[in-house]
């Protein structure tokens, strides 16, 4: 089962498998139920007309988008290589608490097609194609979407402390094109994840992963999520990512990203500073 929401006329609109649901869904109210009733009232739902609008990112506003890190040996070596303070990346990839930080509340999450962003003071960027747990108030996995943790290399590298402003800014979080509900949730743990970024037309960076590499369970980062936190319409937790562009390489204006996740593709064109 697949999920999208779309921008019409009458404002964001939710659909299931390419038809409308009732205007009075909200994915907050699917998110209160537990996460064996969730595919029963999808399937309970009257189909409405087929849903042909513009996508939008698959997220409501009182939702918080959370990320986690250093969850793959690839993220672990890159912030070695980058930062000045390089044990603390060892330190939390070997550590039972993760490392779990805000990314974006939902009204500034990027949706598919649309731009997101670098920083004017960075200068060193990558986008982080990531897969991305959608969880209920009980931070049960729900479903997923696919997601980009675009992040300033240098300002991390400069100072651990400097994270929220490597990761937090206008245009720095986009997910998408829809949230899949899956028949099985084992399904979670060997997903293939892409990055293809194209400048001019032209691939300059391909890289794949499998989830099946994350050292951590997606249980165990919602797990630590909720803990002393409470998620009331649910949350968004990104996963970590496991592919990173060489050193050389930084995004750059103009540059196409394209993020697959199993069999979703997120597409966003980096803006103009
Ligand atoms: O420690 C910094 C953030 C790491 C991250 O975003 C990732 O591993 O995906
Ligand atoms: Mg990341």
Not at 25 to 49: C, I, N, Q, R, Y
Not at 53 to 76: H, I, N
Request: proline residues 8%.
């Amino acid at each position: 089962m697949r999920l999208s929401r779309h921008a019409t006329p009458r404002g964001a609109h939710w659909a299931l498998d390419g038809r409308y649901l009732p205007p009075a869904f909200t994915l907050g109210m699917l998110l209160e139920l537990p996460a064996d009733d969730v595919s029963g009232f999808l399937g309970s739902l009257p189909a409405g007309e087929a849903a042909e609008e513009r996508k939008l990112a698959p997220v409501e506003d009182s939702q918080e988008v959370w990320a986690s890190g250093v969850t793959y040996e690839q993220s672990r070596e890159a912030r070695r290589a980058e930062s000045e303070e390089p044990d603390v990346y060892e330190k939390v990839y070997d550590a039972e608490r993760p490392e779990l930080f805000l990314k974006a509340p939902g009204w500034r999450v990027v949706g598919p097609g649309g731009t997101v962003r670098v920083r004017e003071d960075s200068g060193w960027d990558v986008p982080e194609p990531e897969l991305v747990l959608v969880l209920n108030d009980r931070m049960e996995v729900v479903g997923y979407t696919a997601g980009n943790d675009v992040s300033s290399r240098r300002i991390e590298g400069e100072n651990p402390l400097y994270l929220p402003q490597a990761k937090i800014f206008d245009g720095a979080c986009s997910l998408g094109p829809e949230i899949v509900v899956p028949a099985d949730p084992e399904e979670l743990r060997g997903l293939e994840i892409r990055l293809r970024i194209l400048r001019g037309g032209e691939k300059v960076f391909e890289g794949k992963t499998s989830t099946s590499r994350m050292v951590r369970p997606a249980e165990e980062l919602a797990g630590y999520l909720g803990r002393e936190l409470s998620f009331p319409t649910g949350a968004f937790l990104m996963t970590g990512t496991g592919i990173v562009p060489g050193e050389e390489f930084s995004l750059s204006p103009g540059d196409a990203v394209e993020i697959s996740v199993g069999t979703m593709t997120l597409r966003n064109e980096v803006a103009p500073l």
